[in-house]
C-alpha cells in the first residue's frame, strides 16, 4: 500500500495523515449569509432561477419544518449537542471567473480542477478512457459533469437537479417528493426547503446505460452546510448505476450534512446505488467530522423492478441514515449492502427499511458493522410485510465485529409481518476478532496490523464484492486508514 | 397525552381511602406515596412515536376505564381450576381470588418444608425484615407507571422465602385467579421471593381469568437469587377473554445463579409479558423459553429485557408465537451488555407461525453491546407452516387438520420441551390444542 499522502489541515495546523482529503479548495464562493428563514429560501430559489412551484415547494417544506420546532429526532442511538440550525450557512458556491457556472468543462476554474483531479476525480473527459460520467457538486451547486454529451445521445438526462427544474420541470414536478415527501422526517423537511444542488437523472425506456454515472460531493466552505437532492428515475426497462462519493475539509467545528436520495424504478428498471461515505469524520478526541443526517429511498413501482442499495460509511463524526426500498411492484426485488465503520468517536446510527407491498417481492440485507476506539454502531432496520404481499421473502444477516474495549455494537431489527404466506428470516452475530485468527495469521510472519486489516476485509468481503470496479480499489485503502490506530 | 384527568382523580382519591385503612410501617407508606405519585406524573404509557417500549401497544383502553374493587365473594367454579391448571394434590400451593388470599383453597407448605410462603396481607401490617430489604428493589417504579401503579395500590400476594442451603422438594404452585363480575375491577397481585444461598426453588405461577367481561390484572413479581441458588419457574397466563393483563417479573441473579423460566401466553384483549433479567454477578445463567398463543382479536405483547451487568454470564431467549385470527402479538426484546461484562454468551430467538391472513406479528430483537470479548447472536423467523411439510403428510394420508396440529405442536415442542415437570408438560400440551380453535374441531 502506497503511504497516505501527508496532510496539514489549514484550519488546525496539525498533520492529519489519517484524513488526507482534508485540504480546503481555495477558491472564491459566494456565500449567503447564515441562518434560515423565507428570505434565504427566496433567495437560493432565486439564485437558481427556479419557477415559482419550486419557490412554493420549497417555503411549504419549511413550514413544515418550522412547526416541528427547531427540534432535532431524538430516538437514534446517536448523541450530539443540539444543533443550531440558525448557525449554519445554507448556500455557498464557488464563483467562476465570469461569475456564472462554467459553460463548458475548460471554462472551469483550474485550481478547481486541480482540486478534483487531488481527489481522484478527473473533470477531463479525454483523461478516461472507459470513463464514468461525474457530476462535481461544491458545497451548494455543481460545478461540471462530464460525457453529457455522449449521454444525451442515447436520450439519458444526466444533470444538475437546479438544471433539470429549469429543463425538465415535467419529469421534476411529477417525481420530486413522490418517494420522500417533506414532511417525512425533520430533516428531509429541511432539505426540501434549502436543498441546493444534486443529480439529476433520467434513463429512458429499454436503454442501459453505458457507463456508471458518479457524483461526487464536496463541503468546502467553513460554516456550510450541504444540502443535495438526488432523483433518479429509471423509466420501463432500463438500467442505470449510480455511484456517490463524498468528502470534505478538516474542520473544528461540525458540518451539517442533510441530504435527501429518492429513486424510482419502473417496469423491469433496475437501479444500482453505490456510496462511498467518506466525511471528515473528526479528530481522534472527537472534535469536528461532519452530522450526516440523510434520507434515502427508492420504490420499485413498476413489476420485476430492482433497486440495489451498496453503501460503506467509513467517513462523518455522526451518520443516521436509512436507504429504503418500498417494494410495490409485483416481483420487485430490494437490495442493500452496507459496511458502517467507527473509529475513535464516531457514531454510526443505519440501515434500512423494506417495505413489501406486491406480490413476490424479495428483499436481501446484508450489513457489517466494525466498531472500534469509542466508536458506537448501530444497525436499525425494518421489514415491514404488508398483508397484499403474497410470497414475500426477506433474508437479513447483519453481524457486527468490535475492536477493543471501548467500542459498542447495537443491533435494532424490526419485523412487522402482516401476511402468512410471507418468510422472513433474519440472524445476525456479534463478536471480536477471534484470537484463533489473529495467531495464526501472525505465526505465518503477518505482522498484527496486517492480520486485523485481513480479517476485517474478509468479514466485509460479501458487502465489497457488490461494489462496482471504479470503488473497490478506492474501499480496501480507505478500510486500511480507517482502521489505522486500532492495534494496540 | 390523553389524560382522561377524572380517571387519575379516581386512582388518587382510592389511595387515599385505602392508606387511611392500612396500618403499615412507616418506609412502606412512605414507598407507597411515592410510587403513586410516580404513577399520577408518569400517566399510562401511550403508543406514541418515540416510546419504544410501547410502540406496539396502545393501552388507551386500560387508561380510560374506571375500573372497582373486585368482587368480594365471587362464585368459584373450582372443576374448572382444577381441569385448566395443573393442580396436582402433591404440590403446594396458594390461591388468590380477585386479589384476596384464599385459604380454603390454599395448601402452603407445613413448618420444616424448607420453604416459607406467606400471604402478604398478613405481613404488610406488621412489617418484615426481608420485605423492607427487597421490596420494589427489582422491580423499579420510578420510570414505569405500571409498576408505580402496583407498588401502590397491592394489598396481598405471596411472600416466598427459601433458607440458605434449603431445597424444598415440592414445587408451589401460586395461582391467581380473576372471577366473573359485574362491572369492570382491577387487581394487583404481588409476589416476592427470595432464595438463599445455595437455595433451590420450583416455582409455578398461573393467571388465570373465569368471566368474560374486562378487567384489569396489575402483577409485579420480585425474584431474588441469592448467592449459587437456583430456579426453575414457570409462568402461565390464562386470562380472559376481555382481559386486560399487565404482568411484570423481574429477576435479580447474584453470582454463580441458575435461572430456568419457562412461560404460555394465551393472548387477551391487552395482554404484556415483561421481564427483565439483571444478571448482576459473574458466573451466573438465565435461560428463558416462551411460546405464546393468540387467536380471535387478542393482543399479546412480550419485553423481554436481559441486562448483562458482570462479566462471564449466560443467557438464552427462546420465544415461539403461533397467531391466528386478527390477533396481533409482539415480540421486543433486548440483550444488553454493560462496559466490562466480558465473555458474555447471549443468544435471543424469536420465531413465529402465521396461522391467518389476518394475523399480524411484530418482532424486534434487539442487541445493545458496550463489550468487545463477547458472544452474542440473535435471530428471528416468521412465516406459515410449510407447505412441504403439509404435503408430505398429506399424500401419507393424514387429514389437514390433524398435519397442522402435529406442526405446530412440532414448532411449539422446542420450549414445551423444556418443562421438567411432567404433570406440567401435559397439561400444556392440552393448553395449547385448547388455545387454537382451529385444532379443536379434530378431537
Not at chain 1, 445554507?90 to 463548458?104: E, F, H, M, V, W
Not at chain 2, 416468521?382 to 402435529?406: C, D, H, K, N, W
Amino acid at each position: 500500500m502506497p503511504p497516505a499522502r501527508k496532510v496539514i489541515s489549514r484550519e488546525t495546523g496539525i498533520e492529519e495523515k489519517e484524513y488526507k482529503w482534508g485540504f480546503v479548495i481555495p477558491v472564491a464562493a459566494d456565500v449567503a449569509p447564515k441562518g434560515l428563514n423565507e428570505d434565504i429560501i427566496r433567495l437560493i430559489s432565486r439564485k437558481k432561477e427556479e419557477p415559482e412551484w419550486m419557490l412554493e415547494w420549497r417555503l411549504r417544506a419549511y413550514r413544515y419544518w418550522r412547526s416541528l420546532g427547531y427540534v432535532e429526532p431524538k430516538w437514534a442511538k446517536i448523541h450530539h449537542p443540539p444543533i443550531d440550525f440558525q448557525d449554519i450557512v445554507y448556500y455557498a458556491a464557488p464563483l467562476s471567473r465570469d461569475g456564472d457556472r462554467p459553460k463548458t468543462l475548460d471554462d472551469i476554474d483550474p485550481e478547481l480542477k486541480r482540486a478534483f483531479d487531488k481527489l481522484g476525480i478527473p473533470l477531463e473527459e479525454q483523461k478516461r478512457l472507459a470513463g464514468v460520467a461525474v457530476d462535481a457538486v461544491l458545497d451548494s451547486v455543481s460545478v461540471a459533469t462530464t460525457f453529457q454529451k455522449r449521454l444525451e445521445e442515447l436520450g439519458i438526462i444526466f444533470c444538475p437537479i437546479s438544471e433539470a427544474i429549469q429543463k425538465h420541470p415535467e419529469l421534476v414536478r411529477k417525481y420530486l417528493g413522490s418517494v420522500v415527501p417533506y414532511t417525512d422526517n425533520f430533516y428531509a423537511a429541511l432539505n426540501s426547503a434549502v436543498f441546493s444542488d444534486g443529480t439529476f437523472v433520467y434513463v429512458p425506456p429499454g436503454v442501459r446505460c453505458p457507463m456508471d454515472l458518479m457524483t461526487y460531493f464536496r463541503i468546502n466552505e467553513a460554516e456550510a452546510g450541504q444540502f443535495e437532492r438526488t432523483l433518479i428515475i429509471a423509466d420501463r426497462g432500463s438500467y442505470v448505476s449510480y455511484l456517490e462519493g463524498c468528502t470534505a475539509p478538516i474542520r473544528k467545528k461540525h458540518q451539517l450534512h442533510a441530504a435527501v436520495v429518492e429513486l424510482i424504478a419502473l417496469e423491469d428498471a433496475e437501479i444500482k446505488y453505490s456510496t462511498l461515505q467518506n466525511w471528515y469524520p473528526g479528530d481522534k478526541e472527537g472534535r469536528g467530522g461532519v452530522y450526516n443526517f440523510v434520507t434515502k429511498r427508492g420504490i420499485c413501482l413498476g413489476k420485476n423492478s430492482k433497486i440495489s442499495w451498496t453503501q460503506v460509511e467509513t467517513g462523518s463524526a455522526i451518520t443516521w441514515k436509512y436507504p429504503s426500498v418500498i417494494l410495490r411492484g409485483d416481483n420487485s426485488v430490494g437490495e442493500f449492502y452496507s459496511v458502517a465503520l467507527v473509529n475513535n468517536y464516531q457514531q454510526a446510527d443505519t440501515g434500512t427499511k423494506m417495505v413489501h407491498m406486491g406480490k413476490n417481492t424479495r428483499s436481501t440485507i446484508v450489513a457489517k458493522g466494525i466498531s472500534a476506539g469509542h466508536g458506537q454502531n448501530t444497525y436499525r432496520g425494518l421489514v415491514k410485510i404488508m398483508p397484499t404481499a403474497d410470497g414475500a421473502r426477506n433474508f437479513t444477516r447483519c453481524d457486527s465485529l468490535l475492536i477493543g474495549s471501548k467500542c459498542a455494537a447495537h443491533t435494532v431489527p424490526y419485523l412487522e409481518v402482516r401476511n402468512p404466506t410471507a418468510r422472513i428470516e433474519h440472524e445476525a452475530t456479534t463478536s471480536k476478532i477471534s484470537d484463533e485468527q489473529l495467531f495464526y495469521l501472525m505465526s505465518r510472519g503477518i505482522s498484527e496490523e496486517e492480520a486485523q486489516y485481513m480479517i476485517v476485509h474478509g468479514f466485509c468481503r460479501g458487502v465489497f464484492q457488490e461494489l462496482p470496479f471504479e470503488f473497490a480499489m478506492e474501499v480496501t485503502q480507505l478500510l486500511r486508514v480507517s482502521l489505522e490506530g486500532t492495534v494496540g | 397525552m390523553t389524560q382522561a384527568p377524572p380517571v387519575y382523580e379516581t386512582y388518587a382519591r382510592r389511595f387515599r381511602e385505602l392508606e387511611a385503612g392500612r396500618s403499615e410501617p412507616d418506609w412502606l407508606r412512605e414507598l407507597r406515596r411515592e410510587a403513586l405519585g410516580r404513577f399520577l406524573d408518569l400517566g399510562f404509557p401511550t403508543a406514541r412515536r418515540g416510546n419504544e417500549p410501547w410502540k406496539y401497544t396502545d393501552v388507551g383502553p386500560v387508561a380510560r376505564t374506571v375500573f372497582g374493587p373486585p368482587p368480594a365473594r365471587p362464585p368459584l367454579p373450582l372443576e374448572r381450576l382444577r381441569r385448566t391448571l395443573p393442580w396436582r394434590p402433591t404440590w403446594r400451593r396458594a390461591v388468590f381470588v380477585g386479589g384476596r388470599y384464599r385459604p380454603e383453597l390454599s395448601h402452603l407448605p407445613a413448618a420444616g418444608e424448607e420453604v416459607t410462603v406467606l400471604p402478604l396481607s398478613r405481613v404488610l401490617s406488621q412489617g418484615d425484615d426481608l420485605l423492607e430489604r427487597h421490596l420494589a428493589r427489582y422491580a423499579t417504579y420510578q420510570d414505569d407507571a405500571f409498576a408505580a401503579l402496583n407498588t401502590a395500590f397491592f394489598s396481598d400476594g405471596a411472600l416466598v422465602v427459601v433458607p440458605d442451603g434449603a431445597e424444598p422438594e415440592r414445587p408451589l404452585h401460586l395461582v391467581f385467579v380473576s372471577p366473573e363480575s359485574e362491572g369492570p375491577y382491577v387487581h394487583y397481585p404481588r409476589v416476592l421471593v427470595v432464595l438463599g444461598r445455595q437455595s433451590r426453588l420450583c416455582l409455578v405461577e398461573s393467571y388465570l381469568g373465569l368471566g368474560d367481561g374486562p378487567y384489569l390484572t396489575s402483577a409485579v413479581r420480585e425474584f431474588y437469587l441469592g448467592e449459587g441458588a437456583a430456579l426453575e419457574h414457570y409462568h402461565l397466563l390464562l386470562e380472559g377473554e376481555a382481559a386486560y393483563h399487565v404482568g411484570q417479573a423481574r429477576f435479580y441473579q447474584e453470582r454463580d445463579t441458575s435461572l430456568r423460566s419457562v412461560f404460555f401466553g394465551r393472548g387477551c384483549a391487552i395482554g404484556r409479558n415483561d421481564v427483565r433479567v439483571d444478571l448482576d454477578g459473574p458466573g451466573s445463567e438465565a435461560y428463558l423459553h416462551g411460546l405464546y398463543v393468540t387467536t380471535g382479536r387478542q393482543h399479546l405483547d412480550n419485553y423481554i429485557n436481559i441486562d448483562h451487568i458482570k462479566p462471564h454470564c449466560t443467557s438464552r431467549l427462546f420465544y415461539r408465537g403461533v397467531l391466528d385470527g386478527e390477533s396481533h402479538a409482539i415480540f421486543g426484546g433486548t440483550v444488553y451488555v454493560r462496559p466490562g461484562a466480558q465473555k458474555t454468551d447471549a443468544e435471543q430467538e424469536d420465531k413465529n407461525l402465521l396461522l391467518s391472513r389476518e394475523a399480524e406479528v411484530d418482532s424486534k430483537p434487539a442487541l445493545e453491546i458496550y463489550a468487545d470479548d463477547v458472544k452474542c447472536g440473535h435471530g428471528a423467523a416468521a412465516g406459515a407452516v410449510a407447505e412441504e411439510a403439509l404435503f408430505y403428510m398429506l399424500s401419507r394420508g393424514i387429514g389437514p387438520v390433524l398435519a397442522q396440529t402435529l406442526l405446530i405442536k412440532g414448532f411449539a415442542s422446542s420450549v414445551l420441551d423444556e418443562v421438567r415437570l411432567p404433570a406440567l408438560r401435559t397439561q400444556l400440551d392440552r393448553l395449547l390444542v385448547d388455545s387454537l380453535p382451529r385444532l379443536r374441531t379434530e378431537e
